[in-house]
């Protein structure tokens, strides 16, 4: 698939430009754009079906990053007429919808169709820290599915990296809250999406049925070049 | 709400008779009361501590087709039932929590902001009780009387009011309601949003009206098109009848205005 670059920079001219010489900015404004999938909606079939995969990136994960730039672009207007309270009512905002955008790039990586090698065991290190970690790959499937499952609400469930300890982590996130919210320290390696979105087309209100499905099609090599990146 | 089977006492009798005791009256002539510990959360004559699950006040398609009979099937058949499956479940493993009625049993489950493990579930029953009481086939349109006046004393129009329900519905984050509620102390009405299963009794507010902005809610029907779906519930489903009856029921506790015998 054709990839399209992740950020394109777009450049802002305050308004002041035509009025004032002396008080000329270029403003360099990232604006984000939506990830390609490196496969096809329909690939991930029968784990996830294509018509999820598509509304869940075309639409939902579309509109964080819409949501997200527009945040942000009422954030540098606020922060250029010094105005905090705006600055601090757009942090919700940001948090909200910059968080969904980062969670839903990672999690587009997570996944490959089976063909891929969708659903192989890690081999290599981050296999063997999870042994040592959790005791088997079994354990640590049934801990995050079990974490996924009893979460309230709307949110993520992760197998994370604590950078500093080294040591492997199973967290949940509420909303969109990225992992780093959790730990300052905490490299994510994996996230599941157990907002009702992101299976309920299929699986309806049986979330189990759905984790335990979406493992065929977990990408543990990425997450193993995130791991081995940390820990060389 | 609920299974709890008691006659709800007027609260004023009510009152009398705990006051009654905490004076420490002990009385030959009242040995059958003075066996019982009596606080002021126990009224049932037989301790019922199960619930069940209520059936909406009309057919589970008679709302189509601004929600289906699949999504009124889904959800109330799978996600309420759940919650008072799994409510009950937990229920038989605790010895305190027994007799409340629903509302007595959400703002004690709360814990005054920290919430015990059967809270969500208990709010959560609660909760789509009181939503597809807040519905009705050929709902929507404009409230009437009582609750029209009060709208229009507390946000200036309706149209105002609708404005701010439909523009807190789309900037909920995460899961969570839309509540029109009577606020108690303030003595007038307002629009607020809660997350996952909180519920505005917990703040001694009255609800009114409520929607809910669960993805389950309205996924089937809508997909990710929230907007839609807010403004159908509006025009078509919601039911201002329920309101009318809630808002003199409120009347009772709250003092809108010259007391007056409450007209719905």
Known sequence: ?232 | MGSSCYSPSPSSSHLLVTDFFSRGFKSSKLPFLQKRRFDRSQRASKICGYYGLRTPPYKLDALEPYMSLKTLEMHWGGHHRNYVEVLNKQLEKNDILYGFTMDELVKVTYNNGNPLPEFNNAAQVWNHDFFWESMQPGGGDMPKLGVLQQIEKDFGSFTNFREKFVEAALTLFGSGWVWLVLKKEERRLAVIKTSNGICPLVWDDIPIISLDMWEHAYYLDYKNDKGKYVNVFMNHLVSWNAAMARMARAEAFVNLGEPKIPIA
């Open chain 1, 1 to 232: 698939m054709a990839f399209r670059p992740l950020l394109s920079r777009t450049l802002g001219l305050t308004q002041t430009l035509t009025h004032s010489h002396t008080q000329t900015q270029l403003r360099g404004l990232q604006t984000f754009s939506l990830p390609d999938l490196s496969y096809d909606y329909g690939a991930l079939e029968p784990a996830i079906s294509g018509e999820i995969m598509q509304l869940h990136h075309q639409k939902h994960h579309q509109a964080y990053i819409t949501n997200y730039n527009k945040a942000l672009e009422q954030l540098e207007d606020a922060v250029a007429k010094g105005d905090s309270s705006s600055v601090v009512k757009l942090q919700s905002a940001i948090k909200f919808n910059g968080g969904g955008h980062i969670n839903h790039s990672i999690f587009w990586k997570n996944l490959t169709p089976v063909s891929e090698g969708g659903g192989e065991p890690p081999h290599g290190s981050l296999g063997w820290a999870i042994d040592t970690h959790f005791g088997s790959m079994e354990a640590l499937v049934q801990k995050i599915s079990a974490e996924g499952a009893a979460l309230q609400g709307s949110g993520w469930v992760w197998l994370g990296l604590d950078k500093e300890s080294k040591k492997l982590v199973v967290d949940t996130t509420a909303n969109q809250d990225p992992l780093v919210t959790k730990g300052a320290n905490l490299v994510p390696l994996l996230g599941i999406d157990v907002w009702e979105h992101a299976y309920y087309l299929q699986y309806k209100n049986v979330r189990p049925d759905y984790l335990k499905n979406i493992w065929k099609v977990i990408n543990w090599k990425y997450a193993s070049q995130v791991y081995e990146k940390e820990c060389p």
